[in-house]
């Protein structure tokens, strides 16, 4: 059964990599009046990728879609300016105009050495916090209606760190969760994109440090633990171990086994934040 379970993932992890590589957006940076900015606008036959690809997401059950041109410019535009407080313009040639935010990618800063394990643990710990706090927000969904605010696709790529003073942003909102989902667990979905993609790029021994490091920042300070929220994420992990789907492999690659540690070490993160109702004290594991 081991066996099996892990050839299965191999596969889907096959692609999800093959996922990975579509690109439906042209992504440039552009100069408009001594300001820079990221331009994006979809590839001229990014209609048909997102027709077909959602219609293949939603038969994996991955609870996500990419929206159509349109319907993708006004939600970026509406997340922009309720947590940002910038109105985004379009140009005359369709380009969505996003002015760029200093910083470095949460991604970059944890691929480079000059970071210490400590100071990347104390990054992941914002970047969770920040995402809590996205998800405090309501915003108009495509469908019109008021929602609490979720990413869609809560990667390292798309959270960056900026440092005077310290804090981590979110950004690229090409992806939504399905309206039929409810808000928690679209919530814990943001959680364990960040988690995986995160693991990424860290050694195996620092999971548990890790998993520890993101519950705590999501619940911040407060004893009052966001109960529904962890309660979801923690059957949302229990539920994927022996149902791989490529999206979420396309999102963070981790080889089986260290997926498989890397579950246990959040599932003991979130039991011991629920016991405790308080900070977690995380395990040491060396290498």
């Known amino acids: 059964m081991e066996l099996a379970d892990e050839l299965r993932y191999r596969l889907v992890s096959w692609l999800g990599n093959r996922?990975?590589?579509?690109?439906?957006?042209?992504?440039?940076?552009?100069?408009?009046?001594?300001?820079?900015?990221?331009?994006?606008?979809r590839r001229w036959f990014g209609s048909l990728l997102i027709a077909t690809g959602n219609i293949y997401l939603k038969r994996t059950g991955a609870g996500v879609r990419a929206l159509p041109n349109h319907q993708w410019q006004l939600r970026e535009s509406e997340v922009y300016r309720v947590v940002h407080d910038l109105e985004l313009m379009t140009d005359s040639s369709g380009w969505l105009l996003i002015p760029e935010f200093s910083g470095t990618v949460l991604a970059t800063y944890l691929e480079s050495e000059a970071h210490s394990e400590t100071?990347?643990?104390d990054a992941i710990r914002l970047a969770?916090?920040?995402?809590?706090?996205?998800?405090?927000?309501?915003?108009?969904?495509?469908?019109?209606?008021?929602?609490?605010l979720s990413h869609g696709d809560a990667t390292a790529q798309n959270v960056i760190l900026g440092t005077s003073p310290m804090k981590a942003s979110?950004?690229?909102?090409?992806?939504?969760?399905?309206?039929?989902r409810?808000?928690?667990?679209?919530?814990?979905?943001?959680?364990?994109?960040?988690?995986?993609?995160?693991?990424?790029?860290?050694?195996?021994?620092?999971?548990?440090?890790?998993?520890?490091a993101i519950v705590e920042g999501y619940c911040g300070a407060e004893r009052d633990v966001p109960t529904p929220v962890l309660d979801a994420?923690?059957?949302?992990?229990?539920?994927?171990?022996?149902?791989?789907?490529?999206?979420?492999?396309?999102?963070?690659?981790?080889?089986?086994?260290?997926?498989?540690?890397?579950?246990g070490a959040l599932l003991d993160a979130i039991r011991?934040?629920?016991?405790?109702g308080g900070p977690v004290q995380s395990r040491v594991v060396t290498s």
């Open 128 to 148: 969770s916090l920040s995402l809590s706090s996205l998800h405090s927000i309501e915003v108009q969904s495509p469908d019109g209606q008021q929602r609490p």
């Open 233 to 263: 994420l923690a059957e949302s992990v229990s539920y994927w171990q022996t149902r791989p789907i490529s999206f979420h492999l396309a999102q963070a690659r981790v080889g089986y086994r260290e997926r498989r540690f890397l579950d």
């Open 182 to 212: 409810d808000t928690h667990w679209r919530h814990a979905d943001d959680l364990r994109a960040l988690t995986y993609s995160v693991a990424e790029r860290l050694r195996a021994a620092m999971f548990p440090s890790l998993s520890t």
């Open 170 to 180: 979110w950004f690229d909102f090409d992806m939504t969760h399905d309206n039929l």
């Open 19 to 41: 996922l990975a590589g579509v690109k439906i957006n042209k992504v440039r940076r552009m100069d408009v009046n001594r300001r820079t900015y990221c331009a994006k606008r």
């Open 272 to 276: 011991c934040r629920k016991n405790a």
């Open 119 to 121: 100071e990347k643990l």
